[in-house]
């Protein structure tokens, strides 16, 4: 079964650095999107992505956050100089048409110290 | 803010249903309902979704009542596999399959 793939798993970083979160969504599928949840707290929408556009953030996503399709493959989301709270999983999702299922990956749980 | 509302916690017995409710008393006629879960803390999966009909797949059945004002998912023979966080979000189309995850209801299922 297809599946949408996240790398790291886990990934340290020092307050202040910045951090890129790898995803490879399914082959054939045409939206992507950036999900995070907060140790604890709810599954928050970050943006969604189409034709190789934002269709849509919230108001998370602010200049420090950016996403990038870069190769026809792999979707990144980075942030440029990370804060304590942007520690959290961050889920990477995918779906084919509107309208129907979106496939989440597994995570990339991001600690910042 | 998520549209619907569902009860923190449920438990079940296993090998008998699970039926979880929700109520979107709002929701818009171009709104879908659908479900996702989420196990510890993997990536939501998704379960089922439907607009007016009844839908059936290999994982669960969705009861949507006439007037689309709530909606039960019902897990037919729940295993010990089946706890983990139920969703029920609504969304339309042309929101881009963005989806608005609440709180969601525990389940769980008790050997």
């Known amino acids: 079964e297809p599946e949408v793939t996240q790398t790291p798993s886990h990934q340290v970083t020092q307050m202040g650095q910045e951090v890129i979160l790898r995803c490879v969504p399914i082959s054939n599928h045409l939206y992507f999107y950036w999900y995070r949840q907060i140790l604890g707290q709810k599954v928050e929408f970050l943006v969604s992505f189409y034709n190789n556009e934002i269709s849509e953030k919230s108001e998370i996503f602010d200049d420090q956050f950016s996403v990038e399709r870069p190769d026809g493959s792999n979707f990144t989301l980075k942030i440029r100089s990370t804060k304590l709270e942007d520690s959290a999983m961050y889920f990477c999702a995918s779906s084919d048409l509107v309208g129907t299922e979106a496939f989440f990956g597994q995570g990339t749980r991001l600690t910042v110290v | 803010d998520a549209k619907t509302t569902q009860p923190t916690s449920m438990d079940c017995a296993e090998g008998r249903a699970a039926n979880l409710p929700c109520n979107h008393s709002?929701?818009?006629?171009?709104?879908?309902v659908y479900w996702y879960r989420q196990i510890h803390s993997q990536g939501p999966q998704y379960i089922i979704h439907?607009?007016?009909n009844n839908e059936t797949n290999e994982m669960a059945s969705l009861i949507i009542t006439e007037d689309r004002k709530s909606s039960t998912l019902i897990l037919p023979h729940a295993t010990l596999r089946d706890t983990a966080v139920y969703y029920c979000?609504?969304?339309?189309?042309?929101?881009?399959?963005?989806?608005?995850f609440g709180a969601g209801t525990i389940l769980r299922v008790k050997s």
């Open positions: 439907g607009l007016k």
């Open positions: 979000i609504v969304s339309a189309k042309e929101y881009g399959n963005k989806l608005v």
């Open positions: 709002t929701i818009s006629g171009n709104e879908y």
